[in-house]
């Protein structure tokens, strides 16, 4: 009866009042006379506080309050948004008496206006004790400057975690005779990755606003993936109990997992809690840049071997990550760096072991791709550094090694590749880039060479056996549902994603489906839009809770009209019996039924974890252009085929999948998170942490290869992630094929190419 | 931070100059960059209230008001058939539109900044800056001098030169790594090269140029001039991108010349 | 020390008195037109795009006082036209999170009035929205959006 909207091509639910502007963001809707709260932050990589004057701050006309680590509670706890219990270790205070980045708070301050604010954090004076900085990550293991020597540091997991070698987690896994396996290789290769730190430069910096609602609970409205795991990061922090803490999510302007961490909620909750009145903290963009969430440094050594054949034998990756001051997302993200790049191939054996250390420098986070980017940019790097050693086409050896449908995958926790159309993606990836015309390079009549380059790709749907998606559906009495989530539409899509499910499901359009998502009070528990875990996760729950909800539909519509349930069907409108149709009964008089004398809640709730986490597939193709002169690179053509398992909306996924070929272009050749000597982040704006524009790329081309996923709604995995982890491996591979340079740091920049290129020419 | 402590907006050109004279005074241009950093002008002074946005065609050459926008600079027909589309090609990488529409001549010459695509294509023209009590100053000499209190009114360019500049940059809209423009008049050609980072300079010329020797004017020009490390670009790379894309502008030129 | 000011916004004539080292960008979040997003701080990102006598300017970097005598247009000023341009950009996924979309709209829109005559090329639009930064979508939507629209607004003319 009505129409599918499984692969449609369905607006966003919320377009209207995202296109004409409406004030639907945090601070649009943040209380008039909201206290403004500000952070003094230390100008040092490494200090101890000696003393902190607040006095003449005070005094400032407006000041409302200053606090230092001598007013905030002392048990430690984590900004990560983790399920419980975190891997990241618990090694945050609100306000801290040892600082370690430059950029960590030193004080909060909250005024009546900004100006008061800005005014208080000139005068308050602070005396440091210098600390020798950690700055260069190869050191951080078993340095004698700690980071976190505490006694109350802890670890609720075991990760390998060891505050006193500067440890935020270690660890190894293996399977089968990695050493035999590399014995028995005809060919071998082993180099070393770096990739660096990357900004997710969401457009909406961090910002949270709070009150104290009528019953003497905060209310914490935030620009958050996570409000769940936010509600227990308060918790934590404050040391009130969670039942005194709500946390909700207004529309969001971008998040890319760097909201996937409570970045700013703590300092107004910490204000208002304490003054009892409204308070908001908006991150400036500098803010942004230098004390926030970004992708995890990484180093990573990468060992492969294949037989004369050309089978690989043995994959061997090692990790060293650098988690900056805090623990944040770090014992998971590395696990991603191997769990998520080894599998793409069969192999034998395989190894993978990894550090993770802290270091005097902004503390990293969640970043789309989550270690899986580092670790795919090096193995696929490494695939064809063997390729070009073996003298054979890297497409062919990717075809001839990776992963396939049914197989086993050794490093992906032994889960069974149940729906996989790599080798198609590759196939289509080479037909779109032309890979049999272009490969490995051309000269172009102006001078400049080209040349084109692969990857593979994959990443997860959700966290196996951890993460939860809800879904609540309520028949509204005019016949309508309201579906409530407690997932996080950060732009993706998620919300209308899920009432497309919903309405189909329930047989009815889209519009019947009202959608209120991210607040803890009123949605059901979800732990969150990460992890690329809700179209696949909270969709399944989606699934359930629908077909729960239509078991009550006919339950109920069987007993107004005097049968069995088993007797009767629904067809979205009317549930009827199936031997006489003409006995029906509306859904709109069961629902006003419902309410009237009858003691049934016309609602539904399902929640849905997975054992397994599908891998979504994807292969890009980049062509390059380079300026042998000035070495100048353009990425003049991307070509991308992906296996998200179902398209449950083409729209959604193809800008899922533009938009993140673009971060990762941007990864690949422009975007640095610099220090200088004394640890100072010198990418603190737009201006010197370049994005990339529209005129900054060629095309950006994508299709799509569905398989189907048995254990996901209508078929579906996950698309969020997996679609930045091409562009770098794709780049530095086309790099290496036009002018036979190896990049293996990023970002691969003009300078660097025509530095390689003076040295390659004698220069 | 900024702080303005007075805003003025003169009526008159002596009026501004006197506002000027004061301690702690500057004129506002766009103020697109003026945000950057913490300082505190005690008097800004606002010109729009004195005309001056124009871009005057008289015959040899051009009057520009010091409040003409990069923009106007962009898509002024006059000008760019006249120099070869080359004022477009070297603001058209600026940020962008909206800050265009803003940023002003005066303001860009005025700051004489290091990163200046503008001040690098005006000094490979034969150009004179206004300024109200001084006069008629060489840009030359103008780009050399740093803060006069004075207020600079307007520029003439004289239409005597082609040029052609050429820039590279981290992204589209980045600032330069280098940026540097060649002209040619009747006395040859004529290099200059800007963002090294520091401001933009004649490196050589005038010469007298064929096809052949255009390379070794080139490199003559890239070593005339010094260059700084930076977020943008180390002194060797800079160096090599100036003589790169000096020679190519000269040999752009030339070829067209010879069309 | 406040300047008074009289501006219109959105067709009205509005007087306040502003300090002067106040942004535009501030003065019109304060006066409703919760529209106008900061992005940055450094006058890179198009974010807070608002016309200035139909012109677009970056409204984070334009002080308040220069405003005065001025007229100022938000996206609050052109909500039949940002739905139905909104709409196109739905129609590709575009709009995505929506935080840079005002700025997007106000530069298109004004962009349509500086072609009054012709469908701007692809490469045109690309390079009069260079300096509006969005980080969901890798631009490829809006170009199609962008196409499509001034196509479409073509054929009507």
Not at chain 1, 151 to 161: D, F, I, K, Q
Not at chain 2, 23 to 43: C, I, Y
Not at chain 3, 120 to 125: F, G, L, Q, R, Y
């Amino acid at each position: 009866m009505s129409k599918s909207y499984m692969g449609s091509r369905t607006r966003k639910k919320d377009w209207e009042a995202l296109t004409t502007g409406q004030p639907v963001y945090t601070d649009d809707i943040a209380p008039v006379g909201c206290l403004v709260v500000k952070l003094l932050r230390s100008p040092h990589a490494h200090a101890r506080i000696q003393s902190i004057r607040t006095d003449l701050a005070m005094k400032v006309p407006g000041v409302v309050a200053v606090y230092t680590w001598e007013d905030v509670p002392q048990e430690r706890f984590t900004l990560a948004g983790q399920t419980y219990p975190e891997p990241s270790a618990y090694d945050r205070l609100i306000l801290d008496r040892e600082v370690r980045f430059v950029g960590d708070p030193v004080a909060i301050v909250a005024a009546e206006t900004e100006e008061a604010a800005d005014k208080a954090l000139r005068l308050i004076k602070v005396q440091y004790e210098l600390l020798p900085a950690v700055l260069d990550y190869h050191t951080a293991k078993d340095n004698e400057t700690l980071i976190h020597p505490e006694e109350n540091w802890h670890c609720l997991c075991p990760v390998g975690a060891d505050n006193h070698r500067n440890l935020a987690a270690s660890g190894s896994c293996e399977e089968g005779d990695v050493e035999k396996a590399f014995a028995e290789s005809k060919w071998v290769v082993e180099e070393t990755y770096h990739t660096k730190a990357c900004q997710q430069a969401m457009m909406e910096t961090f910002r949270t606003w709070c009150q104290m609602d009528a019953y003497g609970r905060l209310t914490v409205v935030s620009s958050t993936q996570i409000v769940f795991h936010v509600r227990r990061i308060l918790s934590n922090a404050l040391g009130i109990p969670k039942s005194r803490i709500r946390v909700v999510k207004p529309r969001i302007g971008g998040g890319f997992g760097a909201k996937q961490t409570s970045v700013s909620e703590i300092y107004p909750a910490f204000v208002t809690l304490k003054t009892g009145r409204p308070s908001k903290i908006i991150f400036s963009r500098y803010e942004s840049q230098i004390a926030s969430s970004p992708r995890h440094e990484m180093e990573l050594r990468v060992k492969i071997g294949a037989d004369e054949a050309g089978n690989l034998k043995a994959i061997e990756v090692y990790t060293l990550s650098n988690t900056g001051a805090y623990a944040e997302h770090g014992p998971t993200t590395v696990g991603l760096s191997g769990h998520k790049s080894i599998p793409l191939y069969r192999s034998e054996a395989f190894r993978f072991s990894y550090d993770v250390v802290y270091t005097n420098q902004m503390s990293a986070g969640a970043y789309r791709g989550y270690g899986a980017t580092q670790g795919i940019f090096a193995v696929e790097s490494a695939i064809d550094e063997l390729a070009h050693k073996m003298g054979v086409d890297p497409a062919a050896l990717r075809m001839q090694n990776m992963v396939r449908q049914g197989d086993r995958m050794p490093a992906y926790y032994g889960e069974i590749s149940l729906s996989n159309t790599m080798d198609q993606c590759l196939q289509k990836v080479k037909e779109a880039i032309g890979w049999e015309e272009k490969y490995p390079r051309r000269v172009m009549p102006d001078g400049h060479i080209r040349g084109v380059g692969l990857s593979l790709d994959m990443q997860g749907s959700g966290i196996s056996g951890v993460d939860v998606g809800s879904v609540t559906l309520r028949v509204s009495d005019d016949g309508g549902y309201t579906m409530l989530l407690g997932c996080a539409d950060m732009g993706t899509g998620c919300d209308t994603i899920l009432a497309q499910m919903a309405a189909d499901m329930l047989n009815c359009p889209i519009e019947s489906i009202a959608v209120l998502s991210g607040d803890t009070d009123a949605s059901p528990y979800d732990s969150g839009s990460y992890a690329s875990s809700t179209t696949y996760i909270t969709g399944m729950a989606c699934v359930k809770c629908c077909k729960e909800l239509t078991g009550k539909i006919l339950s109920y519509g069987a007993e107004m009209l005097s049968c069995q349930p088993e007797e009767v069907e629904f067809d979205g409108e009317y549930v009827f019996k199936t031997e006489d149709p003409a006995q029906k009964v509306s859904l709109r008089e069961i629902s006003y039924k419902a309410e009237s004398g009858s003691g049934k809640a016309l609602e539904a709730t399902a929640s849905h974890y997975s054992p397994t986490s599908p891998p979504p597939y994807m292969v890009g193709a980049a062509e390059v252009d380079i300026d042998p002169e000035t070495g100048k690179l353009q990425v003049v053509q991307y070509e991308a085929a992906v296996d998200c398992g179902t398209v449950v909306n083409e729209n959604l996924a193809r800008v899922q999948a533009e938009g993140g070929i673009l971060q990762g272009i941007g990864m690949a050749t422009m975007e640095d998170v610099i220090y200088d000597q004394k640890g100072r982040d010198m990418s603190n704006s737009f201006m010197q942490y370049r994005l990339p524009t529209k005129e900054d790329f060629g095309k950006i081309h994508v299709q799509f290869c569905p398989s189907y996923e048995p254990s996901g709604p209508f078929g579906a995995k996950s698309i969020g992630e997996v679609v930045i982890n091409t562009p770098s491996p794709a780049i530095a591979n086309a790099v290496y094929n036009a002018i036979g340079i190896r990049f293996r740091e990023l970002p691969i920049t003009a300078e660097k190419i025509l530095l390689a290129l003076n040295e390659k020419d004698g220069k | 931070m900024l702080h303005i402590l007075n805003y003025e907006r003169p009526q008159t050109l002596e009026e501004a100059y006197q506002l000027r004279q004061k301690k702690g005074s500057a004129v506002l241009g766009g103020t697109g960059w003026l945000r950057l950093g913490e300082h505190t002008l005690r008097t800004a002074i606002d010109l729009s209230g004195l005309g001056l946005r124009y871009i005057k065609d008289e015959g040899d050459s051009f009057l520009l008001g010091a409040y003409t926008t990069l923009r106007d600079l962009e898509t002024s027909a006059p000008l760019n058939e006249a120099f070869g589309g080359a004022f477009a090609d070297a603001v058209g990488s600026i940020v962008g539109i909206q800050f265009r529409n803003c940023a002003t001549l005066g303001g860009s010459l005025y700051g004489r900044f290091g990163f200046s695509d503008v001040l690098t294509l005006l000094l490979a023209l034969d150009c004179e800056v206004h300024l109200y009590k001084e006069g008629w100053v060489p840009v030359e000499t103008f780009a050399a001098r740093n803060g006069e209190p004075d207020i600079l009114t307007e520029l003439r360019i004289y239409k005597n030169r082609r040029v052609k500049v050429l820039s590279q940059r981290l992204n589209a809209n980045d600032f330069p790594s280098v940026t540097i423009a060649v002209s040619k008049g009747e006395d040859g050609f004529r290099s200059v090269i800007g963002a090294r980072p520091c401001r933009a300079k004649i490196a050589a010329g005038p010469e007298k140029l064929t096809l052949s020797t255009a390379p070794d004017f080139a490199k003559k020009a890239a070593d005339a001039v010094s260059y700084g490390n930076g977020m943008r670009g180390s002194a060797p790379y800079r160096r090599q991108l100036a003589e790169v894309l000096t020679r190519r502008a000269a040999l752009s030129l030339l070829q067209k010349e010879a069309e | 020390m406040e300047y008074p000011i009289t501006f219109t916004l959105n067709g009205v004539k509005r007087s306040v008195s502003v300090p002067a080292d106040r942004y535009l960008l501030e003065q019109l979040r304060e006066m409703g037109c919760k529209s106008v997003k900061r992005g940055c701080e450094t006058s890179g990102c198009g974010l807070c795009t608002v016309w200035m006598d139909g012109k677009p300017v970056l409204s984070c970097t334009v002080l308040a006082v220069r405003a005065d005598g001025h007229q100022i247009t938000t996206l609050e000023g052109l909500q039949p036209e940002a739905k139905i341009l909104g709409g196109y950009l739905a129609d590709e996924g575009g709009e995505q999170c929506g935080y840079c979309a005002p700025g997007l709209m106000m530069t298109l829109l004004a962009m349509e009035r500086e072609y009054p005559d012709r469908a701007p090329t692809e490469a045109e639009i690309r390079h009069y929205l260079e300096g509006n930064l969005c980080r969901c979508s890798g631009y490829e939507s809006h170009i199609r959006a962008a196409v499509a629209y001034f196509q479409d607004k073509r054929e009507v003319k």
